[in-house]
């Protein structure tokens, strides 16, 4: 039986500059969605590529004393390289100046012309070289396009249009029909204003050669090159060889495409009104996503806050990158890049959360079943409990992406990663084992680790790479091909017995800024005895991921290589005592603290600070009379949990 088949596309980038922030951000999600619903069984495929023709290219070429073939074919490359750095992968790559999309726009052209829906004529009007398109004095503000904030040039000259007006009924109603055709729903609100106003105009789609040469010849009059839009807007349907190909027979129905909202209206009513010209089956969906901003202002190369994304790979990695910004935007809503909010997505998401999660439960499955996924046991309440949590998460995640809500559809994934980590606590496999009930303890870590594989797969889309190697730390691998992931909501229990387990996990080491070894203290302090600068409120939610443990200093001595840290071996009630390394020598012997008991936080993921490793951290307190660590009022048993 086949598969049902899913084909989506980016914009075809304009490579007259290097790509940046917005030709990221629209590549991975095409790229994630692709992945997503080729996990649902879909026969999925992504296309992508460069215009490379109009104005705006002939001009810089111009300013850089090369020819436009040459600036393109310097150019272009770039595009295909950062899709290999974003580990997006195109199955289609179309360059408009490829001799087959040459060949297949002048077809197009001669069939709507044919049909009687391209005239020549005269016209004036306002003429962006930014946008490659004319303006009307309604549509300007303030005299200036409302993209480039410069005033355009006034152009009369004769020229090839569209009758692009003839359809402005018609496409009105298919939107009204159609709700889904246009989302998010303010985009379709905008298109449908520009046709309710009664003045779509019909499209200019050629340049006389007089002002410009670079462009596709049309094919009933060679002293004309053909409009960059109608020109760029048929890559999306030429590689799939229209009109006979089998992909085009494949592929191109409920075909979608993702784009920025300063593209819209070539989308939203210049597209679907050439392809019901030309007879074609129109798209499902066009799905609008805002911009990113970089200090609350749009990118711009005079501003100097343009975002390399090849800078945020180096520093950070790829798939940390692709987490970011399919978390950090609201789909169809502009959203603002920090380097700062990356840091701190990374450390609150990946390295306390999942990064924490990975790294627990491996190691105690390292510790207590001998780096083996122990046998299945019969689930109790606990066990359903948290198993239902993750149908349901799952479901959610499912539903939530296949309507491009991403954010949602990964906080519904982060709310199960945060629960599988409560779960850990209140299960204590610790205590578990020190009573002697394997069998229930093994039931615990079972569960966790047939949960956390379904996690994984749900990742994939998005951070297919970390996915890859969090399986490849249960043991397990991807099959995309047959994968599907509607099944995992609803089966559980089946992780294998007897699977080699990797014995630690540290993906996500968390991000600090030029700290050294001073887990004990959150800042310097300017002066002794001043009160730290009161800290921003937090929700109780987040305070209950944080677990305190009483524990008991076994030993205690100087870092080999640092006078500032002690390194501690603690009892917090487990098998194995914890490693835990502290910048607090400056105000204690070693001798002096063997026996003491502390309040650790015990669920920080693992740091090696300067190559010793620290499984969690102190508490202390500082005032003008020195530094104390904070214990408990009376002595507990080591793991006492401090609420």
């Avoid at 996924?373 to 198993?387: F, L, R, T, Y």
């Avoid at 993921?605 to 190559?611: A, F, Y």
Wanted: charge should be negative; aromatic fraction near 10%; include cysteine.
């Amino acid at each position: 039986m086949s598969k049902s088949t899913f084909y989506v596309t980016t914009p075809i980038f304009y490579p007259n500059a290097k790509p940046h922030l917005g030709h990221s951000f629209t590549s991975i999600v095409a790229d994630s969605i692709t992945r997503f619903q080729r996990l649902m069984g879909m026969d999925s495929m992504m296309l992508t590529g460069t215009d490379e023709h109009g104005d705006k290219l002939a001009q810089t070429a111009a300013k850089e004393g090369v020819t436009p073939q040459e600036l393109v074919d310097a150019n272009s490359p770039k595009f295909r390289q950062l899709m290999d750095k974003l580990s997006v992968g195109p199955h289609r790559f179309v360059r408009s100046t490829d001799p087959h999309h040459t060949a297949k726009v002048r077809d197009f052209l001669q069939l709507v012309y044919d049909k009687g829906d391209i005239y020549f004529g005269e016209y004036g009007g306002h003429y962006c070289t930014g946008c490659e398109r004319f303006y009307t004095e309604k549509e300007l503000e303030n005299g200036l396009c409302p993209q480039h904030l410069k005033a355009p040039e006034y152009i009369s000259e004769k020229n090839y249009f569209f009758r692009m007006s003839k359809y402005a009924d018609w496409l009105r109603q298919h939107i009204l029909d159609n709700p889904d055709f246009i989302q998010p729903e303010q985009y379709r609100k905008e298109v449908l204003a520009i046709l309710d106003s009664g003045e779509l105009e019909d499209l200019c789609i050629s340049r006389p050669k007089t002002r410009l040469t670079w462009g596709i010849d049309l094919p009933f009059d060679k002293d004309y090159v053909c409009y960059v839009w109608f020109d760029a807007l048929l890559c999306y349907l030429t590689p799939l060889n229209w009109p006979d190909g089998e992909e085009y027979k494949k592929y191109w129905p409920g075909h979608q495409h993702i784009i920025g909202k300063d593209i819209l209206k070539p989308h939203g009513i210049f597209w679907p009104t050439m392809l019901k010209s030309a007879g074609l089956e129109l798209y499902r969906r066009v799905n609008v996503h805002g911009y990113w901003l970089v200090r609350d202002t749009k990118m711009s190369k005079s501003l100097g806050n343009v975002v390399d994304p090849l800078d945020m790979i180096d520093t950070y990695g790829v798939d940390v990158f692709r987490y970011f910004l399919m978390r950090d935007m609201t789909f169809g809503q502009d959203a603002s890049f920090s380097e700062e909010g990356l840091v701190g997505r990374f450390n609150s998401d990946l390295a306390n959360d999942l990064g924490n999660l990975f790294s627990r439960v491996l190691s105690m499955a390292a510790r207590y079943f001998d780096g083996q996924s122990p046998a299945v046991g019969a689930p109790g309440e606990a066990e359903k409990q948290i198993q239902a949590l993750a149908a349901n998460s799952f479901r959610n995640f499912q539903s939530l992406f296949d309507k491009f809500r991403f954010s949602n559809g990964l906080e519904a994934l982060w709310e199960l990663v945060r629960a599988l980590n409560k779960y850990v606590d209140a299960s204590a496999p610790w205590a578990l084992h020190r009573e002697g009930k394997t069998r229930e303890l093994g039931t615990v870590i079972h569960t966790l680790l047939d949960i956390m594989r379904k996690v994984a797969l749900h990742l994939w889309p998005v951070m297919p790479g970390t996915a890859e190697k969090l399986l490849a730390q249960l043991g397990q691998t991807i099959d995309p091909d047959n994968t599907n992931l509607a099944d995992e909501a609803d089966t559980f229990g089946l992780f294998p017995a007897g699977v080699r387990l990797a014995s630690s996990s540290n993906l996500f080491p968390r991000i600090e800024e030029n700290k050294e070894a001073q887990p004990a203290r959150n800042a310097k302090k300017e002066k002794a005895g001043t009160p730290d600068k009161k800290a921003d409120p937090i929700e109780f939610a987040d305070f209950e991921k944080i677990d305190l443990r009483v524990g008991t200093i076994l030993s205690a001595e100087k870092h080999p290589d640092a006078d500032k840290i002690l390194c501690f071996k603690v009892d917090l009630g487990e098998e194995t005592p914890r490693s835990i390394v502290s910048g607090i020598a400056q105000y204690f012997a070693p001798a002096d603290l063997q026996g003491k008991q502390v309040i650790v936080v015990a669920n920080l993921p693992c740091r090696r600070i300067r190559n010793v490793e620290s499984q969690g951290m102190l508490l202390t307190a500082e005032d003008e009379t020195g530094l104390t660590l904070v214990a408990p009022d009376g002595h507990k048993a080591p793991g006492t949990r401090i609420y």
